[in-house]
Nanobody, 118 residues
């Protein structure tokens, strides 16, 4: 099992920036990719960004392209989500996830709240 702990959420004004972190522990050798998802009140959880653990290739949801950047530090078993030009519609609980197989996320963090005020 992989355990994930997110941090870095908070309240920020529109146009501001935040950096989320997600520290992985446990069977980290099994990680193939890590991703960020978010869930706004009354909405389904949606994909935000992902990064392959070894090659570092990334992909993003269209809604965050050019504003968010996902990165990883393999030595620290940590993945980051740098969020800039934040909008009120980015308000959500952000979850970190890891997967041992491409496209499948089987470990999830507890989530961290991001609130963007207008």
């Amino acid at each position: 099992q992989v355990q994930l702990v997110e941090s870095g959420g908070g309240l920020v004004q529109a146009g501001g920036s935040l950096r989320l972190s997600c520290a992985a522990s446990g069977r980290t050798f099994s990680i193939s990719a890590m991703g960020w998802f978010r869930q706004a009140p009354g909405k389904a959880r949606e994909f935000v960004a992902a990064i392959s653990w070894r090659g570092g290739s990334t992909n993003y949801a269209d809604s965050v392209k050019g504003r968010f950047t996902i990165s990883r530090d393999n030595a620290k078993n940590t993945v980051y989500l740098q969020m800039t030009s934040l909008k009120p519609e980015d308000t959500a609980v952000y979850y970190c996830a890891s997967g041992s197989h491409p496209g499948v996320y089987d470990s999830w963090g507890q989530g961290t709240q991001v609130t963007v005020s207008s």
